[in-house]
């Protein structure tokens, strides 16, 4: 770490940051760029030597056409039902105060915490045409067939999707809205402007970095699900990430795995730059002194817009707690009794044969995986983050673009990437322990970049000059000053990275090897052989590990976290 | 100190104990093997007599198992002694070579099956249990109405929603139904007959275990399964709820087989397995766990098996070198017009 930040003044390119470019350029050759160069080589391969007829095929062939087309659909589609449910949370996270508001805030990370692979199963547990919403309201109406048969298809996908990120556009959006200078909307409303005119005309172009920002975000995460669309989705609905897997895990044409993993980066820079972008735009946004009016929702007179409200948050109850509520009744049920039976069976050797490990076994790889992918993602991630907002260098923004260039490239991709890369010398670690813990390191440094980023810039460069003067040398005024002003966004890093890692489980299924098995993976084969009372029992001990994990590091770090 | 006790504690979970090795086989199979199979008494027959332990590894199912074994042996990684798996797979697998070659010397129990069944085309590669892929219906959900009484009445919109198959390029079975339409259909006709039960579909799972999971969570009624089903509830003494029946009295044969996998430090042991397979012993557990036709003659059939296993009036099949040239071709053309009806 000390090597990053160099000697001397550390707001000109010295040649320590030369060092530590330098450094992190040749980690990333042999774990990033070297494995995706030699898989985008394949692309460019046929059964006699160079061709160019995988590329062609996949953007002329009507199955690859078909995949591509539809993995933007459903990526679409989820991206706006998101924004639809989002947006109205926003709202009311804007312009109204309620007791557990706090609470609900903090609520909307749980995508972060929540591996796909675990939503699939709420889902499927909740809304599956035996699930419990079906089975309620069938015996409450008496209903002979299930009256939503929605699980299996593009819907299940899109509200599975939504699930998921209409949050990141509560919380995103949310923030932007409350921050909004009232000034311009008052003079509006002085003048006599209407309520639905000032909103459009006043508050949606103030809001649009917003919504633009999170919506590409959304857009991107969507377009790259994997668990999901395999779990949900079946053979009928695949999207390019599924077909990438089915090419290059079952079918073993890897040349066709390959330009379908071009065609899929290309499209995701696309996005992931137009994401990067309009972020970069939303800063610009000046926010006023005075913060919007908000009103007490819980306080007389009740309007229609306060039962509208409550309509709301009673559907998104449902809607939201369903599935999780669902994995915990269904882990505590098992064979027409109640109890930890399921519990208990993780214990004993039952399922051994499926996981082709024990249970507890996966639960330690889980950790050994977590805590080793933290602390690499983490050391990569910091010296980026330094680099990125103390260095200046000519030509930092394409260095920039290439060290965060995991960002664009899917868990499966990457997955497939190492597999190849890493089986072959230099590195021989095949689908080793190290090379899951690689995988995940490249998967989530950029996300701790990210989370640092913000606070980097905001620190105060004069406090370490002050501290240079007085004749502290540059890694002691690291070690006292910028490191301790660091912890908290250190801590928040720290505790993303490792829920991301517990939960990776595309690019995982993609290395692991017979014998070796992680927490996702553990659920995923349960839930293949539909052992719901187990996968569930499983999904409970991956959330309570990851919820310990985030009290844990609370507890090192000796202060809330507000993330 | 509170610091260095949460530490020393994520210390103690990562550096825990390891088992120490003993001798032991691995071998490569598919998940209902392990789940319905013989497997664990199989595990324990060997042990007792040879003192070796066995190992199983599924990826799921035969196929994905089968993908795994290559991809390791391309990169020269694998540690499977030995590999099940269906038939249809075994052009795949001449394409690689994977498996040594075994002689009646090897294995004396291959004296006990016919031969017919042990012309298989590929050397090493030996048939243990055989049955039919029919379809199977929830007798609860079909009380007024009954289930399609051909391949072509699947298309019919009283079915929506209520049939679950298998991936051809995933499942082993799911690859026999889609032989099958090929052979009843015609390689012209298969297509539109996909086409016409889009609507009949629930959903494609990756493997056998997954859609048998759906249809008795009640997720649908109809399934693409074994003629045996109705066979297995009966000797289970359970009501006979799902039961199989072949369409328009037709089927498609399902041959299963082991191989020794080449590179393998245990070749002796390993086809003592297969011996240990083939044997009156495993054999009669056969019909019992496997719910398919044991291949050892000499093996007798359970009473209720014997009532209620039906062997269809017309067994389809088609040749494994027919297969093996067109396979590539079938599954992608399956696979464009699945996902877009």
């Known amino acids: 770490m000390a090597a990053c930040l160099g000697d001397g003044d550390h707001t000109t390119v010295t040649r320590g940051w030369y060092l530590a470019l330098l450094a992190l350029f040749g980690l990333l050759a042999l774990v990033f760029y070297y494995p995706l160069a030699l898989v985008l080589s394949m692309a460019f391969k046929g059964p006699n030597g160079w061709s160019f007829s995988a590329i062609e095929s996949v953007i002329t062939d009507p199955y690859y056409v078909h995949l591509i087309l539809f993995t933007v659909k459903q990526a679409a589609y989820s991206t706006l039902l998101s924004l639809g449910i989002g947006l109205v949370g926003a709202y009311i996270l804007a312009r109204y105060n309620f007791p557990g508001k706090r609470t609900i805030r903090s609520l909307t990370v749980i995508p972060f915490v929540l591996p796909a692979i675990v939503v699939a199963l709420g889902f499927i547990l909740f809304f599956g045409n035996s699930g419990y919403l079906n089975r309620t309201l069938m015996s409450l109406f008496g209903l002979p067939h299930p009256p939503f048969r929605i699980l299996y298809s593009l819907v299940g996908i899109v509200l599975a999707h939504a699930f998921y990120n209409a949050p990141i556009v509560m919380r995103v959006v949310g923030a932007s809205w409350e921050g909004l200078d009232p000034s311009i909307d008052e003079a509006a409303q002085s003048l006599g402007v209407g309520r639905w005119r000032r909103f459009i005309g006043i508050t949606l172009p103030r809001l649009m970095p917003a919504i633009l920002s999170s919506s590409a975000l959304v857009f991107v995460f969507t377009f790259l699900s994997f668990p999901i669309v395999l779990t949900l989705g079946g053979a009928r609905y695949a999207t390019i990430e599924v077909g990438i897997y089915t090419l290059v895990r079952t079918l073993l044409d890897y040349n066709h795995g390959a ?216 890694l002691h005024a690291f070690l006292d000053i910028e490191l301790p002003l660091l912890r908290r966004g250190l801590l928040v890093a720290a505790v993303f990275a490792f829920a991301l890692s517990m939960g990776e489980m595309s690019a995982t299924i993609i290395l692991i090897r017979p014998g070796l098995s992680t927490i996702p993976i553990a659920v995923y084969g349960l839930l293949s052989a539909r052992q719901f009372g187990a996968a569930s029992a499983m999904a409970v001990v991956l959330i309570a590990v990851t919820a310990i994990a985030f009290i844990s590091i609370d507890r090192l770090g000796g202060r809330r976290l507000n993330a | 100190m509170k610091r260095a006790i949460w530490l020393m504690l994520v210390l103690l979970i990562c550096v825990s104990p ?74 795949r697998i001449a394409k690689y070579d994977l498996f040594l070659p075994v002689t009646s010397d090897d294995i004396p129990n291959l004296a006990s099956v016919p031969a017919n069944l042990l012309a298989t085309g590929l050397s090493g590669f030996v048939p243990y249990e055989y049955g039919y892929i029919t379809l199977t219906y929830d007798a609860q959900a079909f009380v007024t109405q009954s289930p399609p009484a051909t391949l072509e009445d699947l298309a019919d919109p009283a079915y929506a929603g209520e049939l679950i198959c298998e991936d051809p390029r995933t499942s082993s079975t799911g690859f026999s139904f889609l032989l099958w339409t090929i052979a009843h259909f015609g390689e012209d006709k298969y297509l539109d007959f996909w086409r016409s039960i889009h609507n009949s579909l629930l959903t494609i799972t990756q493997g056998w275990s997954e859609a048998w999971s759906l249809l008795t969570h009640n997720e649908a009624p109809l399934m693409v399964s074994f003629s045996t089903d109705t066979a297995y509830a009966a000797m289970s003494g359970d009501p006979l709820r799902y039961r199989a029946y072949a369409p328009g009295g037709e089927g498609y044969r399902t041959v299963y087989g082991i191989g020794v996998v080449k590179g ?67 599954l992608h053309a399956w696979e464009t017009v699945i996902i877009q009806p």
């Not at chain 2, 397979?277 to 014997?306: D, G, H, R, Y």
């Open chain 1, 259 to 474: 330009a379908l993993i071009l065609v899929e980066i290309v499209i995701s820079l696309s996005f992931t730059y137009l994401y990067l972008r309009t972020e970069g735009r939303m800063a610009i946004v000046t926010q006023g002194s005075r913060r919007m009016p908000q009103r007490a929702l819980f306080a007389l007179p009740v309007d229609a817009g306060k039962v509208l409200i409550a309509l709301y948050a009673l559907l998104m109850g449902v809607f939201f707690l369903g599935p999780i509520v669902s994995i915990i009744i269904d882990s505590l049920h098992s064979a027409q009794s109640w109890g930890i039976a399921n519990y208990a069976q993780l214990v004993s050797q039952r399922y051994s044969p499926f996981l082709g490990t024990s249970p507890l076994a996966t639960v330690r790889t889980s950790l050994i995986i977590g805590s080793l992918a933290t602390l690499a993602s983490l050391l990569v991630g910091m010296t980026i983050a330094f680099f990125v907002v103390r260095a200046k260098i000519i030509g930092r923004w394409a260095i920039e673009a290439a060290l965060m260039a995991p960002l664009a490239v899917s868990s499966v991709a990457i997955g497939f990437a190492l597999l190849r890369g890493l089986s072959g010398p230099p590195l021989r670690l095949g689908g080793t322990l190290v090379a899951i813990i690689i995988a995940h390191a490249v998967l989530i440094y950029p996300f701790v970049v990210r989370v640092l980023r913000p606070i980097l810039e905001g620190l105060d460069v004069q406090l370490v000059e002050a501290a240079r003067s007085l004749g502290s040398s540059r």
């Open chain 2, 18 to 91: 390891f088992l120490a090795a003993r001798e032991k086989i691995v071998v490569y199979t598919y998940d209902s093997f392990v789940s319905w199979g013989p497997a664990a008494a199989l595990k324990e027959a060997f042990f007792k007599k040879y003192d070796c332990d066995v190992e199983y590894v599924t990826a799921g199912g035969g196929k994905a198992t089968l993908s795994r074994l290559i991809a390791e042996r391309n990169v020269g990684e694998t540690n499977a002694d030995l590999f099940m798996a269906e038939l249809n797979d075994v052009p």
């Open chain 2, 264 to 330: 393998t430090h245990n070749a002796k042991l390993a086809k003592e397995f297969i011996d240990l397979l083939l044997s009156k012993q495993i054999q009669e557990l056969i019909p019992k766990t496997e719910v398919m036709f044991p291949v050892n003659t000499n093996a007798t059939l359970p009473q209720a098996f014997k009532r209620y296993a039906i062997v269809p009036q017309t067994v389809l099949s088609i040749p494994l070198d027919v297969v093996g040239k067109k396979m590539a071709q079938w």
